[in-house]
């Protein structure tokens, strides 16, 4: 009995540990955001800000375009999740339901495309782009996101087509249901809250997205969120630091909310795949 | 996670040919985006292309890379890069093992830990390096302040030391990459049978040997795929570093990935630039294969 409370205390000092190391820098940038500027000069920083302030909030929005750019990044990420969603889930289903030479190659293709650095992906892709005047568009963008966002959609996808009865197509088939007929009103009413979470997670990730944003987007007024950020930082890394944190803080918030909507059934569609062996 | 094979169902009407439609919204896109723009920026790296020039681009064969044998400033990136992706990957590893551990026990806070732990997940990744940033302020940063606080003298500046930025840059992307790993660890610890190891409890196995006979191998699929993919993507990766330090001091946290970018975004040399990308691609094959053969033949002995 005394060796089980010895483990338990020990279990709960890791688990404390890893909170801390988890939770500390969210914490101090909360904290950071709401500082004064003199408090962010004072040699002694707390973890409390001693006279809490938005005066940060204010300043971010004064200094770069913060809605705008939140305005461009929505764009991108809920265009590029719709399109790669709309496009991967037929052919997830394939994946899913046939053996076959076209879905050992889309497996393929999906496996390989991870081993790929993104500066091989992304200098083609540019001067392609240029050639079709889509560079430093919001359009141009989103093609690339969609494609990035396909490896995952399908891989997801295919989890949760799976873990749909094939039995129920067959019934439908049966029943004298057509091919799209059974898909449309069989499979895709089970398929939705996948669906939903699939497209939910493509969304955060474009959200999230910073290189190809980087290099697709010349001017600032199309330029996406994460790359505004970095604005705040200056040519020699000095940075306002109340306003930078503030600004990040409020980037981050979309994010957060998603993400906490759609965890469970994130690391559900992941797995699916990889643990039903 | 993509590497383990998955059974699938077999399909269910045998003879029946693939519907077209339903492959071709996507095949298409994957084709002229992604499958046509890789090969080309393959041949690219066999090409003088660059930027901004009218003189139409010459085939130079394999001049690129005798280049970039010779250019030691490159392979000093990659063997930092190399040190970033094992340094990140492998802490990453044991401290998710440990924490997917804690979460699949009957914990209380247990929820606590497993939402904080989605956290460094859900966050770009523009600001992860924003927030660890002022983690490593000098001044107004809360690593010093500790330090002061418990008397281990007056701090530094993490980020700017030439000794400390690799390590610093490490910590960060150990903390960024965690969550998936633990995640896809839960999710196999969860799928490990129980009874086993109440069979393996009673038969009187302490913990360190019901870990050893019964977690692990049931773990060891996903804990592969996993290590190998994150491998892929600590090597490969770009904005976290860009954000901390740009590749300073010094060129002391210059990854391939931002040397590669600037090489073909600042000075516009993009067949050089892809030359680059092609040996980061053979290197990672490498690694990978390397990492796997040695890992499955591992597993047969043991």
């Known amino acids: ?277 | 996670m993509a590497l383990v094979s998955n059974a699938g169902r077999p399909t269910a009407r045998p003879g029946e040919r693939t519907a077209w439609f339903l492959v071709l919204p996507a095949l298409l896109p994957i084709l002229v985006l992604s499958v046509g723009p890789l090969l080309y920026g393959i041949l690219l790296a066999f090409t003088d292309a660059q930027s901004g020039r009218t003189r139409s681009t010459q085939w130079i064969g394999g001049l690129n890379f005798q280049d970039l044998l010779h250019d030691t400033l490159f392979w000093e990136s990659f063997r930092i890069g190399l040190v970033w992706a094992v340094g990140v990957t492998v802490p990453q590893f044991l401290l998710a093992l440990g924490l997917a551990l804690l979460l699949n026990q009957d914990l209380r806070m247990r929820w606590l830990a497993r939402a904080l732990a989605i956290v460094p997940w859900a966050m770009p990744e523009v600001v992860v390096g924003i927030m660890w940033r002022l983690v490593y302020n000098p001044d107004a940063g809360v690593l010093n302040e500790t330090l002061r606080d418990l008397g281990l003298g007056d701090g530094r500046d993490w980020l700017s030391g030439l000794g400390t930025a690799l390590p610093a840059v490490i910590v960060v992307g150990v903390w960024a990459g965690m969550p998936q790993t633990t995640v896809a660890l839960l999710a196999g610890l969860q799928n490990t049978p129980r009874e086993l190891h109440e069979a393996a409890a009673v038969d009187g196995a302490g913990a360190w040997r019901r870990f050893r006979t019964v977690t692990w191998p049931a773990l060891r699929p996903i804990a592969l795929a996993i290590t190998a993919l994150n491998l892929i993507w600590n090597f490969n990766s770009f904005a976290l570093v860009y954000v901390l330090t740009s590749g300073g001091p010094g060129g002391r946290t210059r990854l391939p990935m931002l040397f590669a970018y600037e090489e073909a975004f600042r000075y516009g040399q993009f067949g050089y630039a892809a030359a680059m990308g092609c040996v980061m691609v053979a290197a990672i094959s490498v690694l990978l294969a390397l990492f796997l053969v040695g890992r499955l033949r591992g597993g047969d002995d043991a």
């Open chain 1, 1 to 277: 009995m005394r060796t089980r409370t010895g483990t338990r205390v020990g279990q709960y000092t890791a688990l404390l540990a890893y909170l801390v190391f988890l939770a500390f820098p969210f914490l101090w940038l909360i904290s950071t955001a709401f500082k004064s500027p003199r408090e962010l000069g004072s040699l002694h920083p707390t973890w409390i800000p001693e006279h809490p302030t938005l005066d940060n909030f204010r300043q971010a929005f004064d200094e770069q375009p913060l809605l705008h750019a939140a305005f461009n990044s929505l764009l991108a990420a809920a265009g590029a999740a719709l399109v790669a969603v709309v496009i991967a889930t037929p052919l997830a289903y394939v994946m899913a339901r046939q053996r076959g030479p076209l879905t050992r190659a889309a497996t393929g293709w999906v496996v390989v495309s991870q081993a790929f650095p993104l500066v091989l992906v992304i200098i083609p892709l540019f001067l392609v782009l240029k050639n079709l005047r889509l560079i430093d568009s919001l359009v141009g963008l989103i093609l690339v996101y969609v494609v990035w966002a396909l490896p995952f959609s399908l891989w997801m996808l295919a989890g949760y087509v799976r873990a749909v009865p094939a039995e129920l197509e067959e019934a439908a088939a049966v029943d004298g249901a057509g091919r799209l007929r059974t898909l449309v009103s069989v499979v895709a009413p089970l398929l939705m809250p996948g669906i939903v979470a699939t497209a939910l997670f493509a969304f955060v990730t474009a959200w999230n997205e910073f290189f190809f944003a980087l290099v697709l987007l010349k001017t600032s007024d199309k330029q996406t969120l994460p790359v505004v950020l970095t604005h705040f930082i200056g040519a020699e890394g000095v940075a306002d630091l109340g306003p930078l944190a503030a600004a990040a803080f409020l980037a981050t918030l979309p994010s957060l909310v998603v993400f906490a909507v759609i965890q469970r059934r994130i690391t559900g569609g992941m797995l699916t795949g990889a643990v039903k062996n």
